[in-house]
């Protein structure tokens, strides 16, 4: 079983780095495959790297599930609002798959949020990434409208899942 633990840097920027490439590079297949589009990986990867304090402490944190050594999976917090959170880059590599990681991190993730004061918690994800919203749903989040801080693009809201927990 692999073990949870928040990221160190500069340490675990590469594993970050491949597991975000990952992750967006997988996520892309799907909207190609279902939506006819790809949105731009290599490019929102270098953004999330260059402002990697996002998920720092106080504000947010990023968790690594690290199997014997190698990061996994991954999840992310970064402040959206005064008194509200956002999850980020919740990933697990499909050899790791549910053997209770993604839950792991997103418990990790709320417990952090309720400790850092946050009132409530938003994500979004593709609308075909049906086990993660079984996940978000099963640990209190519910549907939403889009709402105005998520990084996904007007155009492209159609295709997505807002959720919000009430922490």
């Not at 340490?11 to 597991?19: A, F, H």
């Not at 009132?119 to 993660?132: E, G, H, Q, V, Y």
Request: aromatic share 10%.
């Amino acid at each position: 079983m692999a073990d949870i633990r928040v990221a160190s840097f500069p340490r675990d920027l590469p594993s970050v780095d491949r597991l975000w490439f990952e992750y967006l590079s997988w996520g892309n297949d799907g909207l190609e495959a279902n939506f006819g589009f790809r949105l731009p990986v290599r490019e929102t990867v270098d953004h999330d790297l260059a402002t990697i304090t996002k998920f720092a402490p106080p504000d947010g944190q990023l968790l690594l599930a690290v199997d014997v050594d190698v990061a996994v999976g991954i999840g992310c917090l970064r402040r959206s609002t005064a008194d509200i959170a956002e999850i980020k880059r919740m990933y697990v590599q499909p050899s790791h798959r549910r053997a209770g990681l993604a839950r792991a991190m997103l418990d990790a993730l709320v417990t952090t949020a309720r400790a850092a004061g946050y009132r409530r918690l938003r994500l979004d994800s593709p609308n075909f990434l049906t086990a993660a919203h079984a996940l978000y749903r099963s640990s209190g989040f519910v549907d939403i409208a889009p709402y105005a801080e998520s990084e996904i693009p007007d155009q492209y809201k159609a295709h997505w899942v807002f959720m919000e927990r009430t922490l």
